[in-house]
């Protein structure tokens, strides 16, 4: 359990806010993961209202689509992506 935790502890020095650059590798009802550049991984939920649908998710995933991520939370820890678009 003591390796859980530090785990945890080491992900959560992510700020809990800001602004990603990458490319969505997985969807999943409104879950999504974001790859960046360097080969990290962010998860996020789709925040609503940010007028971007699960269908644009799937077609940038698809597609392998760069996109740009504005979340609120620590990713991974509960984030909210407030807007997601094309650069």
């Given at each position: 359990m003591k390796q859980r935790q530090s785990i945890f502890s080491r992900r959560a020095d992510l700020p809990d806010h800001g602004h990603l650059h990458g490319t969505i590798t997985l969807v999943q009802e409104d879950r999504f993961r974001l790859e960046d550049d360097l080969g990290r991984g962010y998860l996020f939920t789709l925040g609503r209202g940010n007028g971007v649908g699960l269908?644009?998710?799937?077609?940038?995933?698809?597609?392998?689509?760069p996109v740009e991520v504005e979340y609120q939370g620590a990713p991974d820890l509960g984030a909210v992506a407030v807007r997601v678009w094309e650069p």
């Open positions: 269908r644009q998710l799937h077609a940038w995933c698809d597609d392998g689509q």
